[in-house]
């Protein structure tokens, strides 16, 4: 059982980092295997909507999304923690997101996610909010925690403080690893649920 953990700050070890550590030390001791990616350095570019992943079933831009594509395929889980810029989640990781979802053909289904947010102070419930739709949209159950997923802190190292906001993290991903074993338990005894064919409407009369 392994989960994907991206990091979206641009400071490797900022306060993102800091938060998801906790998140990382609590998954290897409820015996689930880590992937871990800092991503918020990379150069990512946006999606150009060329459709090109629908022929190629991976993105015409061969960089990061690519290598995290097959990675996230085998995980079951994914994690996603960003700092908040302007009450919105990092550019950078918005870009990665909206191009991994969409150029990866294979389901997502039951592999648990949730995001965690860093701020100073305000902006956090937006970005989390943000996030979340990538999990809703894909039929990947959402962990909660004992909170909404914030840490606060401003310089790196400062959301070490902040005591609630950390131990969320480890309450996160106590759930998460618990979701994770109950998923796989329920496969086998009740297999997936059905899916009807996708119905596609635009509204358009
Ligand atoms: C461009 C930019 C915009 C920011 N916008 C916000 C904001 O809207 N709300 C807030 O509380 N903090 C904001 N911050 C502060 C960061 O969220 C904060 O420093 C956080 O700890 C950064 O996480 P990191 O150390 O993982 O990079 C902003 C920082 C930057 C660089």
């Known amino acids: 059982m392994k989960v994907l953990i991206l990091n979206g700050s641009p400071r490797k070890n900022g306060n993102t ?4 550590s906790e998140v990382r030390k609590t998954f290897v001791e409820e015996g689930i295997e880590v992937e871990y990616f800092d991503v918020g350095h990379l150069a ?5 909507a060329c459709g090109r992943c ?7 831009f061969d960089d990061i999304v690519n290598t995290l594509a097959p990675i996230f395929r085998e995980c079951d889980g994914l994690v996603v923690g960003s700092p908040v810029y302007y ?3 990092n550019a950078t990781l918005i870009a990665l997101l909206d191009r ?3 150029s990866t053909p294979y389901s997502k289904e039951m592999k648990v996610g949730f995001a965690i947010t860093v701020a100073r102070r305000g902006g956090t419930s937006a970005t989390f909010d ?3 739709k990538y999990f809703t949209i894909s039929g990947m159950p959402v962990v909660s925690g004992q909170y909404w ?3 606060h802190g401003m310089l790196p190292g400062e959301a ?6 950390m131990q969320n993290m480890r309450t996160l991903a106590r759930n998460a690893a618990f979701l994770i074993k109950s998923i796989r338990l329920g496969k086998e005894a009740y297999g997936t649920p059905v899916r009807e064919a996708r119905k596609r409407t635009n509204f358009i009369r």
């Open 17 to 20: 980092a800091l938060a998801l």
């Open 149 to 151: 997923n914030s840490v």
């Open 100 to 102: 991994l979802f969409y």
């Open 130 to 132: 943000e996030l979340n």
């Open 44 to 48: 990512v570019r946006g999606c150009i």
């Open 54 to 60: 629908g022929e190629l079933e991976k993105c015409v």
């Open 160 to 165: 070490s403080a902040d005591e609630e906001g």
């Open 87 to 89: 009450a919105s989640a």
